[in-house]
């Protein structure tokens, strides 16, 4: 397949789903964990769980970069723009993550802050270029696939000797997080949710490549399917870990072959390698702690490290106390599981950071998935009938 239609061509994705139901065994259950956003995204979008057999369960993972993003490092960032007034640049979704005291960025922008929303790091470089007047700030976020650019700009700037730009850094790593989820006192505990089997990230892949991922099929037993994000990829991933399942298996599998490698992204894992090194403990929203699960900037960049020109220090602050985006990020919940989902919480008024970005499962779920739960909850099967016949 060459274009984007074929990747979401209807008789093919109920083909696959015909062999799934096919393959699958009446007395088993089979439940998968998406880890990263986009892949809920995309079930959630093209109703691909509606396809499944029901004891095929789709998890929610921890893989949404401003999901796992905490309210203290969001806090930081304000008090950055506030109190320093500094020329605060991040990502659009940033921006509308839930902070301390009803704040967020954009919040904080409407009293005042110069915060800015860039589509690149770059981006935040070019505007410290332009004032050099100003200290700015680029808040950087995200998995190792937005890792690189923040190590090139960091590496440009100190080849430019630019002393008015620094950047917080707040990347994190895909593999510890997969780690803790496995080893958690959840994941042992008697009725929590069971994993037989992870989809695992399609972009951060394209980096690290799919070596990482072997100690999880080693070590824990537990097949790993490296997946792209159009509806026949997804469809395909499941169908390839059902079978590892049936089959007592548990390897790394890359259906994702078109564009992941084992070995990944050698330049720029070697820039990332340059420019940060691994922190002791990391703070995830859901998570808690995390041992060497994110990044730092070397003592070599110290100048544009803003953790360090502006002395900040780090305090954790829990999440609302009725807001189930922790449970969510660690599978345990859904998002209808949640008090708040679709009525105090919504895209436009989010309470948590799993309902502001679009790789975000409440997001996800309440674009595309919200009515018709309801509607199979309120109404029976008689009306999931009706509803797949609308569609």
Not at 47 to 75: E, K, Q
Not at 134 to 157: K, Q
Not at 166 to 175: A, F, R
Not at 252 to 268: C, D, H, I, K, L
Request: glycine share 8%.
């Amino acid at each position: 397949m060459k274009y984007i239609d074929e990747f979401r061509d209807g008789d093919s994705a109920r083909h696959i789903a015909d062999k799934i139901a096919t393959e699958v065994k009446p007395d088993l259950a089979y439940n998968f964990m998406e880890f990263c956003g986009g892949h809920t995204h995309a079930i959630s979008r093209y109703g691909i769980a509606d396809m499944l057999p029901p004891n095929v369960r789709m998890i929610h993972g921890p893989g949404c970069p401003v999901c796992v993003l905490p309210i203290g490092r969001v806090d930081l960032a304000i008090r950055l723009a506030l109190d320093q007034g500094v020329m605060l640049c991040t990502y659009g979704d940033t921006m509308r993550v839930p902070a301390s005291n009803g704040l967020s960025l954009i919040k904080a922008k409407a009293r005042g802050a110069d915060i800015r929303m860039v589509y690149s790091a770059h981006d935040a470089l070019k505007l410290a270029e332009q004032h050099t007047e100003r200290e700015v700030v680029f808040f950087a976020i995200g998995f190792e696939t937005t890792t690189p650019p923040t190590a090139l700009v960091l590496r440009d700037a100190k080849a430019r000797g630019l002393r008015n730009f620094s950047v917080l850094c707040c990347h994190v790593l895909t593999p510890a997080a997969i780690t803790h989820i496995l080893a958690s006192a959840e994941a042992r505990e008697i009725g929590s949710v069971p994993l037989d089997g992870f989809i695992g990230p399609a972009h951060v892949s394209i980096v690290i490549g799919s070596q990482p991922y072997v100690p999880f099929a080693q070590t824990y037993h537990k097949p790993v399917v490296i997946t792209g994000f159009e509806p026949l990829d997804v469809m395909q991933g499941i169908l390839m870990l059902v079978r590892q399942v049936n089959s007592g298996r548990a390897e790394v599998e890359n259906e994702f072959s078109r564009v992941v490698t084992p070995t990944g992204n050698v330049a720029a894992q070697q820039i990332m390698a340059e420019v940060f090194e691994l922190r002791e403990s990391f703070e995830w929203r859901g998570l808690g702690e995390v041992a060497t699960s994110a990044l730092k900037i070397r003592p070599e960049f110290a100048p544009w490290d803003a953790e360090r020109k502006f002395e900040l220090v780090y305090a954790s602050v829990p999440d609302h106390k009725q807001c189930e985006c922790g449970a969510i990020l660690r599978g345990v919940k859904r998002p209808q599981d949640c008090k708040l989902f679709g009525t105090v919480c919504t895209p436009e008024s989010p309470m948590g950071s799993c309902m502001v970005s679009n790789e975000g499962a409440c997001a996800a779920h309440y674009s595309y998935g919200r009515f018709r739960d309801l509607a199979l909850v309120d109404k029976g099967p008689k009306a999931f009938k009706s509803i797949a016949n609308q569609a």
